[in-house]
């Protein structure tokens, strides 16, 4: 299994920036693809974007131009660069992993980290 665990989430005013950060432990000799979701209040986890293991990126539409997901494999981290932060950005960043390795396969979540965005 992969262990994650996220930080860096806070408040902020409307326009500022925060860079979300997940650390992953175990199966770390094994390239996974990683993703980050957001959670609203009231709402379903949504994909944010996604980082594969041979390095291809996604973003949903609504943070296009705004975050840049990346990665230190050399810290096993990584991180959500998130600026222009919009209050409907409101809400806890999931930290997720998924692969396979060592012949099995695993899907693990982090405990997640609050985002408020205050107008």
């Known amino acids: 299994q992969v262990q994650l665990v996220e930080s860096g989430g806070g408040s902020v005013q409307a326009g500022g920036s925060l860079r979300l950060s997940c650390a992953a432990s175990g199966y770390t000799y094994c390239r996974y693809d990683m993703s980050w979701y957001h959670q609203a209040p009231g709402k379903e986890r949504e994909l944010v974007s996604a980082?594969?293991?041979?390095?291809?990126?996604a973003y949903a539409d609504s943070v296009k131009g705004r975050f840049t997901i990346s990665q230190d494999n050399a810290k096993n981290t990584m991180y959500l660069q998130m600026n222009s932060l919009k209050p409907e950005d409101t809400g806890v960043y999931y930290c997720q992993a998924q692969g396979s390795c060592a012949g099995r396969n695993f899907f693990n979540w982090g405990q997640g980290t609050q985002v408020t965005v205050s107008s």
């Open positions: 980082r594969n293991r041979d390095g291809t990126t």
